[in-house]
């Protein structure tokens, strides 16, 4: 929420990007899914899963979309192209043979998704480094939101793979928390510190 707060604030810097404005939208539906899943998990004790493995298909989507426009190189986008391709195929399979949509979370799936959009965070990266933007980092919101979504799915990976062992102790939830935190508090960094005629 504070997140959306601020963007909302700072609204004039990015007013000139439509992707910056679908990152609102995104941030926007995350924060009502949050909202019905804590109605129906926490006031009718109903369960949540297919509604935060909604949100999860939805995010990753987001972010190969969101990459995919930043990135300019052809050879890079033909591979985001390719690891959504991937990845779509890996849901239907998933989903179709293997993991309750309805009563279980989508683990292997959010690995997979994670592990392709720090492959594509790394493209747009390595885009950036060789071009003259690698200047102007700090200013730019794209670099910030770069790292808060990197360093949110590099910490998402190893969490999925071991999640039922450490869910038991209550420590799950605290690093998701903490992930989404950073990721967050990096959002929130780049939308004060970031110029208007950098975000478009």
Same mark, same amino acid.
């Given at each position: 929420m504070?997140?959306?707060?601020?963007?909302?604030?700072?609204?004039d810097?990015?007013r000139?990007?439509? +992707?910056?404005k679908?990152?609102l939208?995104?941030?926007?539906?995350?924060?009502?899914?949050?909202l019905?899943?804590?109605?129906?998990?926490?006031?009718?004790?109903? !369960?949540?899963?297919?509604?935060?493995?909604i949100?999860?298909?939805?995010?990753?989507?987001? &972010?190969?979309y969101?990459?995919?426009?930043?990135?300019n190189?052809?050879?890079?986008?033909?591979?985001?192209?390719?690891i959504?391709?991937?990845?779509? +195929?890996?849901?239907?399979?998933?989903?179709a043979?293997?993991?309750?949509?309805?009563?279980?979370?989508?683990?292997?799936?959010?690995?997979?998704?994670?592990?392709?959009?720090? +492959?594509?965070?790394?493209? &747009?990266?390595?885009?950036?480094?060789?071009?003259?933007?690698?200047l102007?980092?700090?200013?730019?919101?794209?670099?910030?939101i770069?790292?808060g979504?990197?360093?949110?799915?590099?910490?998402?990976?190893?969490?999925?793979?071991?999640?039922?062992?450490?869910? &038991?102790n209550?420590?799950?939830?605290i690093?998701? +928390?903490?992930?989404?935190?950073?990721?967050? !508090?990096c959002?929130?960094?780049?939308?004060?510190?970031?110029?208007?005629?950098?975000n478009v």
């Open positions: 504070i997140t959306i707060l601020i963007v909302v604030v700072n609204f810097k990015i000139s990007s439509n +992707l910056l679908l990152l939208i995104f941030l926007v539906y995350s924060f009502i899914t949050e019905i899943s804590f109605v129906i998990g926490v006031i009718f004790r109903k !369960g949540t899963f297919y509604i935060y493995n949100w999860n298909l939805a995010n990753s989507y987001f &972010y190969f969101f990459f995919y426009k930043l990135i190189n052809k050879l890079y986008r033909n591979f985001i192209k390719t959504i391709l991937i990845y779509t +195929l890996i849901s239907i399979i998933d989903i043979f293997f993991t309750n949509f309805i009563l279980e979370h989508l683990n292997y799936n959010i690995i997979v998704s994670s592990i392709l959009i720090v +492959l594509s965070v790394m493209l &747009y990266f390595i885009e950036l480094l060789k071009s003259d933007a690698v102007k980092l700090n200013t730019s919101i794209y670099f910030w770069s790292i979504v990197l360093f949110f799915n590099i910490g998402m990976i190893p969490i999925c793979v071991i999640a039922e062992l450490i869910n &038991y209550g420590v799950f939830d690093i998701i +928390l903490s992930l989404n935190i950073i990721m967050a !508090g959002f929130i960094t780049g939308f004060i510190v970031s110029k208007k005629e950098y």
